[in-house]
């Protein structure tokens, strides 16, 4: 069965480091998207790539995260410097796009937490 | 107003019970529909997808009224492995939002023995 691969499964940091999350699409998948997941929240979109591109980045606060698809295989979003407030858990999830009508697969997440 | 609004619940409800869950969605545009569930720590799984004509998979059935921007799940028989939180999913069918999928707060169901 195809997943979708996410490093590292945890993440225990201190205020202010770098954190850097990684993801392995499914093979062929050509859309991408981060979500942050909290108790509060709910899950809330962060970034959103199709063929490598970003479409949407809005729902990403731009002074700290980034993300990016450096090749088809690997997405990374970054966190520099974290906070606190960044805790939570991070899903990537890819599918096949519009065309084909096509649900997201996500991958286990990245549990965050910033002391 | 969001794009997916869904009763939070929680529904507790006894081993081999119906029970229902609804969503409604705010743009008339969207194309796609979906039920995921999610269970405690892990990460949104697809349940099913929803068809205009409605569909059934075993003892799940989702349904969608595109006139009252309304979907529905029904599970029938419930089983205490059918736990969990299910979260209803809309993807956008137009404009610079195409195919991006919005997700609502998720509805919580407990089954106990």
């Known amino acids: 069965d195809a997943r979708v691969t996410q490093t590292p499964r945890h993440k225990v940091t201190e205020m202010g480091q770098e954190v850097t999350m990684r993801c392995q699409p499914i093979?062929?998948?050509?859309?991408v998207f981060w979500y942050r997941q909290t108790m509060m929240q709910g899950l809330e979109l962060l970034a959103y790539?199709?063929?490598?591109?970003?479409?949407?980045d809005s729902g990403m606060p731009k002074d700290r995260f980034s993300a990016e698809m450096p090749d088809a295989t690997l997405a990374t979003l970054k966190i520099q410097p974290s906070e606190p407030r960044d805790s939570a858990v991070y899903f990537c999830?890819?599918?096949?796009?519009?065309?084909?009508?096509?649900?997201?697969?996500f991958g286990n997440g990245t549990r965050l937490t910033v002391t | 107003r969001k794009e997916v609004e869904q009763d939070p619940g929680p529904f507790n409800v006894p081993e081999g019970a119906t029970v229902a869950f609804n969503c409604t969605y705010s743009n008339s545009a969207s194309q796609s529909f979906f039920w995921y569930r999610q269970d405690c720590r892990k990460e949104p799984k697809l349940l099913m997808s929803v068809y205009s004509s409605g569909n059934e998979d075993g003892r799940f059935t989702a349904q969608l009224n595109r006139a009252s921007q309304y979907i529905s799940l029904l599970i029938r028989d419930s089983k205490l492995s059918d736990s969990a939180t299910y979260l209803c999913v809309v993807m956008a069918g137009r404009g610079s939002t195409l195919g991006r999928l919005y997700f609502g707060r998720g509805t919580q169901l407990t089954v106990w023995p």
């Open positions: 093979l062929g998948h050509n859309t």
């Open positions: 790539f199709r063929n490598r591109a970003p479409l949407d």
């Open positions: 999830a890819s599918g096949l796009g519009v065309a084909m009508n096509s649900p997201l697969h």
